[in-house]
């Protein structure tokens, strides 16, 4: 199968080309002409992009990814018809056992054949978060150390891939370096950290920062604090909500100036109501309310609860900024892979890669889908 006459983001120099994809047993094999087959796909007029990667996600269409024992399918299909065709669904800070329940249900999920998006990893969000930073969250009053850390893992099988944690908590350079031994990347967040705190524990190898200026100590021009480090420090990753909800467009403009596409991830940070419209909402095992109104989640109280759009609005703000599509994909599909450890796979369109990509026009409005080379039906 071929994809015909598309202008083609070629991995590698990251440049639009005009050219055909050759698709072959679910890999990209070739670009350039091709002889022509039934099964083609003709995107003539078009830009084809690596499909987006989602790398904090709670869930979505009523699914929720931090439960024990749900189905995924209905979310990841929706998700795929978005352009995201993989994802780190992410646990909410819980206690350690019920983090471990969501993890092996995630690993159940991340066995099945779909139809939809691929499980690439879990973000765990906590459990060692600040309380005074919590957001919407209500995190258990555990002691941050390494044991629990590693048992996350041990319990997740290789697939624990992220975990935010505030650098404040005790013990934090502790977890971060086994973090590191253990293959997980830290993301600091939900956090009181002053820039002193914060630099230790990225020179101790936190590498990212959860949903940047949300739920955390706010920049004050003599105390900068844990976004004095985010923004200045090269070596951090920002993952950015893009809903203009989380960010208005200033803010947005102020972390893409300062860290440039490849220091940004783009995240949706949605929920189990993202996808189902205005109304109120339970989330968890306890029932906690979730109000959506003009397309905003909130608790009761007003505080913003995660995000009611999927990562495909947020990309389309960035480009109506008028950040370049070949930006806006580096932010979306390949620093998300590189942080699930992926990038071998899926994030940028490569001989030898996986065919997981979007056809779309100019404004990212998208006219087909592919994961493994199939296309999804819309």
């Given amino acids: 199968m071929n994809i015909r006459n598309g202008r083609i983001l070629r991995g590698g120099d990251n440049q639009f080309i005009s ?3 050759t698709v072959e047993e679910g890999k990209i094999k070739a670009f350039g002409k091709a002889k022509e087959s039934a099964e083609d796909f003709d995107a003539s007029g078009l830009y084809v992009i690596p499909g987006f990667i989602d790398t904090h996600d709670h869930g979505c269409v009523g699914v929720e990814f931090a439960a ?3 189905d995924f399918e209905k979310a990841r299909v929706w998700l ?8 780190a669904p992410t646990v909410r800070a819980l206690p350690i056992k019920d983090c471990i329940a969501a993890e092996k249900n995630i690993l159940r999920e991340a066995k099945k054949p779909s ?11 906590g459990p060692f978060v600040s309380q005074n930073r919590r957001g919407a969250m209500c995190p258990p009053d555990i002691t941050c150390e390494p044991e629990a850390l590693k048992e996350m ?11 935010t944690m505030a650098p404040e908590r005790e013990n934090a350079l502790e977890v971060i370096r086994a973090a590191g031994e253990l293959g997980v990347k830290i993301s600091l967040g939900h956090s009181e950290a002053e820039y002193e705190t914060a630099e230790a524990a990225i020179e101790a190898g936190a590498d990212r920062i959860t949903h940047v200026f949300n739920a955390m100590r706010p920049l004050y021009h003599r105390h900068t604090g844990i976004l004095g480090a985010a923004l200045t420090d090269d070596r951090v990753t920002c993952e950015m909500i893009c809903d203009f909800v989380h960010l ?3 803010a947005v403009r102020l972390v893409y100036r300062l860290k440039g596409a490849d220091r940004i991830t783009i995240i949706s940070d949605s929920g189990c109501m993202t996808g189902l419209g205005d109304g109120e909402y339970r989330v968890g095992d306890k029932g906690q309310l979730r109000i959506v109104k003009n397309g ?11 995000s009611c759009v ?3 609005a947020g990309a389309k703000n960035l480009l109506s900024m008028g950040i370049p599509l070949e930006e806006v994909s580096v932010m979306g599909s390949l620093n998300p892979a590189k942080a699930l450890g992926a990038a071998d796979l899926v994030g940028s369109l490569e001989e030898g890669k996986a065919a997981d990509f979007v056809v779309c026009d100019d404004k990212l409005n998208i006219k087909a889908v592919f994961i493994d080379g199939k296309k999804i039906e819309m």
């Fill in 310 to 312: 999927s990562m495909l």
């Fill in 153 to 163: 893992a041990q319990a997740a099988e290789g697939m624990l891939k992220i975990m």
């Fill in 80 to 87: 795929a018809r978005q352009g995201i065709t993989g994802l």
């Fill in 115 to 125: 139809k939809g998006a691929r499980i690439l990893g879990i973000h765990v969000e």
């Fill in 68 to 70: 024990e024992d749900e």
């Fill in 19 to 21: 050219t055909d994809m």
């Fill in 248 to 250: 208005d467009e200033a």
């Fill in 296 to 306: 905003v989640c909130t608790t009761p109280e007003g505080t913003i609860a995660g």
